[in-house]
């Protein structure tokens, strides 16, 4: 349940709308759009504001600059691909705030219109959530829309400082991406199961503590799983490791068990002499990791495990992959089970930045009820965290 309130709950008829969108894209060498997602998201939401005869004033960040103009940072860019999908003219300014374009706003800006301002983050105010810069971004409109999830776990100007000055609702995308993750965390069908992947168990341990409270099944791949096999007594080899977590590891395993749910760890595991792509690699038992040799992702049985488990699922989250997915050699694991979830018959959810690059890669998007924009966002939502961008706004 929403309980905030949205574009359809004001009146936005010939108001003057400030939209902070998630246009952090990213860029070749030539500073053009390699993938327009985060901007193709933002559309449904300008659309309604289109169509309500609002003037749209459009702020977002790119990449991390460093409290200052950085030319490869340049919002342009994003203007001319927002151009091209919507097919009308956005005005780019190149500066975040300034009196010229408050003038241009009130004084020749047209209903039904769209400007860019310039990256927020050339503004050392932005990340500090300065008052004085919120306020002057406010100054701008009459209604302030937020529609950047990937940036509500931000306490930034354009997040939470404006809503502080201007009445504050949510755009389609933070309700879509809220209602789809709090239903995970309130309401899921069952059996409920969460995959989990990526390096480092320090990035999952809220969310592993979280989810213990709320799965029936818990799934984890990829390098966080040489700490909880190294916390078991198990030789790694080389394998990545934080040896700082282990007691914790030992502890979620407790956890798991304590609340009975079932939690998958791997029973085989690719390694391989040295980290790369054309390095020498088999398949070993968990108990037969050579010393020297480094873990490259989860082995053959546990795939087929990990498979057979997802397909009881009524509800799935993942995020992260199960091994190193960048290298074809070592991707098989992901792809088996990423293909396993996206055609499952159950509420799929999957977010992270390396979990959407497989999806992408190798073509998972299948039956996804939902794929998060948002990676921190999203974890911190299921952690059970309030996000700044969220409490920001006006209640129902």
């Known amino acids: 349940m929403f309980n905030k309130k949205t574009i359809e709950d004001v009146d936005l008829k010939g108001k003057k709308v400030l939209v902070r969108v998630d246009y952090n894209v990213p860029l070749d060498s030539g500073f053009n759009v390699t993938d327009n997602t985060r901007i193709k998201l933002s559309i449904p939401t300008l659309q309604y504001l289109l169509k309500q ?14 409290d200052a103009v950085d030319e490869k940072y340049r919002l342009t860019p994003a203007a001319k691909e927002l151009e091209k999908i919507m097919g009308i003219k956005v005005k780019k300014f190149d500066e975040t705030y300034s009196d010229e374009i408050r003038d241009y706003i009130d ?13 927020l983050r050339f503004n050392a105010g932005e990340k500090k959530n300065d008052t004085a810069f919120a306020e002057k971004l406010a100054s701008l409109a009459d209604i302030y829309v937020d529609d950047a999830f990937g ?21 389609y995308l933070l309700k879509k991406e809220v209602e789809a ?29 979280n989810l213990l409270n709320k799965v029936d099944s818990l799934i984890l791949g990829g390098g966080m799983t040489y700490t909880f096999l190294k916390a078991q007594g198990y030789e790694i080899g080389k394998s990545i490791c934080e040896d700082e977590q282990l007691q914790y590891a030992l502890d979620m395993i407790g956890q798991a068990k304590k609340n009975g749910v079932k939690l998958l760890l ?20 968990i108990s037969s990791i050579p ?38 050699k070592f991707s098989g694991s992901t792809v088996a089970v990423g293909k396993a979830i996206s055609e499952s ?21 299948g039956k996804f009820t939902h ?12 952690e059970g965290k309030t996000l700044p961008g969220v409490a920001a706004l006006l209640d129902k």
């Open 151 to 171: 940036a509500a776990h931000r306490a930034h100007a354009s997040i939470a400082g404006v809503a502080k000055f201007l009445p504050a609702v949510a755009g």
């Open 371 to 382: 794929i998060s924009s948002g990676g921190g966002a999203s974890m911190e939502f299921l």
């Open 107 to 119: 004084k020749e800006m047209k209903p039904g219109e769209i400007i860019m301002l310039e990256n």
């Open 266 to 285: 791997p029973v085989d595991i690719v390694v391989a002499e040295e980290f790369g792509e054309n390095s020498e690699s088999k398949n070993v038992d």
């Open 291 to 328: 010393p020297g040799w480094e873990g490259m992702g989860i082995g053959e049985k546990t795939t087929e495990l990990y498979v057979n488990e997802i397909k009881s699922a009524r509800t799935i989250f993942w995020n992260g992959p199960m091994g190193v997915f960048e290298f074809d």
């Open 345 to 365: 018959d159950a509420v799929t959810v999957a977010g992270g930045g390396d979990t959407l690059a497989a999806i992408k890669k190798y073509s998972l998007s």
């Open 181 to 209: 993750l709090g239903a995970l965390l309130e309401s899921p069908a069952r059996p409920f199961i969460a995959v989990l992947g990526g390096s480092k168990v320090s990035d999952k341990i809220l969310v592993i503590a």
């Open 53 to 66: 005869d609002a003037k749209i004033i459009l702020m977002s960040h790119l990449g991390r600059p460093k």
